[in-house]
């Protein structure tokens, strides 16, 4: 039978953390050179080094096999984008509007050839065409809109008057996406 000074010692070290030797042969093990991991390619990686950035080897793949790198996925959107022609109903907007910040952060000039698209990205050149009359105008997207019933893109005044609809308002459109690069006419 234990006396209760025994008891008291047998207890203590039930709630003691592991023996410090462990822990030391446990971390030793892990450090480059010193155990399991030495001869695996990691243990002379250094921070910011080409090969730590390039760690891409087949353990460190994806199931899919893909590497996700972020200069990867920003695939031009134009590029990958299924739909480059819409058609549908246009609109257009300006004195309300002019002078006020629109979604891409630049102020509204009902001068300029511009329009709102619900989707597109921000700065996206697009030509816009009147299918009734064959009248175009190369637009850049700097807004959002329309919210009017199912109309695909409202133009700024200035987009509307080359068009030739600033009287009726609304006119059916062919909307094409152009490459990047494209210059865009001021309208005069």
């Known amino acids: 039978m234990l006396s209760s000074e025994e008891n008291n010692d ?3 070290r039930q ?14 093990s892990l450090l480059p050179g010193c155990g399991w991991l030495s001869g695996s390619g990691l243990e002379a990686l250094k921070p910011g080094s080409a090969e730590a950035a390039s760690l891409d ?3 460190l793949r994806p199931k899919n096999n893909k590497v996700n790198l972020k200069s990867q996925r920003q695939v031009n959107y134009r590029e990958r984008q299924v739909k480059k022609v819409i058609r549908g ?8 509007f002019h002078g006020k910040k629109t979604a891409s952060g630049e102020i509204f000039d009902q001068r300029k050839l511009t329009a709102a698209h619900k989707t597109l990205p921000l700065g996206t050149k697009a030509k816009v ?3 009734q009359n064959g009248n175009t105008v190369e637009v850049e997207i700097n807004d959002r809109g329309p919210y009017v019933g199912e109309r695909v893109i409202d133009l700024s ?6 068009l030739g609809f ?3 308002g609304i006119t059916l459109v062919r909307i094409e996406l152009l490459p990047e690069g494209s210059g865009l006419e001021e309208a005069g």
Do not use: F
């Open 10 to 12: 047998a207890i203590s």
């Open 15 to 28: 709630n003691e953390p592991p023996a410090t030797g462990l822990v030391v042969l446990l971390v030793s």
């Open 57 to 59: 080897g087949p353990a």
């Open 89 to 96: 109903e246009a609109s257009w907007y300006g004195p309300g």
């Open 129 to 131: 065409t009147n299918l």
């Open 157 to 162: 005044h200035a987009a509307a008057d080359v």
């Open 166 to 168: 600033v009287e009726s």
